[in-house]
């Protein structure tokens, strides 16, 4: 199984900067689709952004213009760089691998990150 690790959460004041990484035990190239989601208090997880192992990425519209996803293929990492941060952008933020091994379907998910943005 996939193994992720994610790091780079804390706290910061609205219109900050943070810069989130997610390294995979793998090859990333193996890797068919690897995302951020996000759960705040209260709410279900859902898709921030996600990247694919061609390197096509879609985002979720409420952080277009403002986060991006990105790769580095040498460390295995996958990056979310998240500008112009909101309060409501406080959550615990998630890597999630899906790939496929022996034609079957599989997800890793790593420990989360807290994301928190304040005055």
């Known amino acids: 199984q996939v193994q992720l690790a994610e790091s780079g959460g804390g706290l910061v004041q609205p219109g900050g900067s943070l810069r989130l990484s997610c390294t995979t035990s793998t090859n990333i190239f193996t890797i068919n689709y690897m995302g951020w989601y996000r759960q705040a208090p209260g709410k279900q997880r859902e898709l921030v952004a996600q990247?694919?192992?061609?390197?096509?990425?879609n985002y979720a519209d409420f952080v277009k213009g403002r986060f991006t996803i990105s790769r580095e293929v040498a460390k295995s990492t996958v990056y979310l760089q998240m500008n112009s941060l909101k309060p409501e952008d406080t959550a615990v933020y998630y890597c999630?691998?899906?790939?496929?091994?022996?034609?079957?379907?599989?997800?890793?998910w790593g420990q989360g990150t807290q994301v928190t943005v304040s005055s």
């Open positions: 990247v694919t192992s061609g390197g096509s990425t």
């Open positions: 999630k691998a899906r790939y496929v091994r022996i034609s079957a379907w599989y997800e890793s």
